[in-house]
């Protein structure tokens, strides 16, 4: 009995490890892509809140960053994209359309409602040059590159 119940015992330490391990290499590959989608819930007139993924790529050339975002079910009028410094935000609105007024959902996996995501550009890009194209529910956004300056050093002068 002892030997079969340390068999058990070791079988749920393993089968905990490997769901463990699971869980944080989900958490880490797309943590970032978790995003929070608020949506004004008609029936009650409050906001309700859900999480939802926004996955991205983020690839560095010589000459430019391109950004691939996939946003599926979206308008691109319902997108906005702004840079500020270092900091690439790409939020918007994505519809809840029923299809039809028969029946209930028992399952509704999908994010809906408006939403912003914020990515840190790893150089200065040229945001008056950027460009953006959204197609089959992909956003790609292109920045040129600078030679901008991220930062300045400050001199530290004696007191007078």
Not at 2 to 9: K, V
Request: glycine content about 10%.
């Amino acid at each position: 009995m002892d030997t079969l119940t340390a068999h058990w015992r070791q079988g749920a330490q393993q089968a905990w490890a490997s769901l463990a391990e699971g869980w944080n290499d989900l958490r880490r590959r797309a943590g970032g892509a978790l995003t929070r989608f608020l949506r004004k819930d008609a029936a009650e007139g409050e906001d309700s809140a859900g999480w939802g993924l926004v996955s991205a790529d983020l690839r560095v050339e010589d000459e430019r960053i391109i950004v691939r975002m996939e946003l599926p079910g979206m308008n691109r009028e319902d997108l906005q994209i702004d840079i500020d410094g270092d900091q690439l935000s790409v939020s918007g609105e994505k519809h809840f359309e029923q299809e039809s007024g028969d029946g209930s959902y028992r399952l509704l996996q999908c994010a809906y409602g408006s939403f912003r995501r914020d990515l840190i550009l790893p150089h200065a890009v040229d945001a008056e040059r950027t460009q953006a194209r959204y197609r089959n529910g992909v956003l790609r956004i292109d920045m040129p590159r600078t030679d901008g300056d991220s930062g300045r050093r400050i001199p530290v002068r004696a007191a007078d």
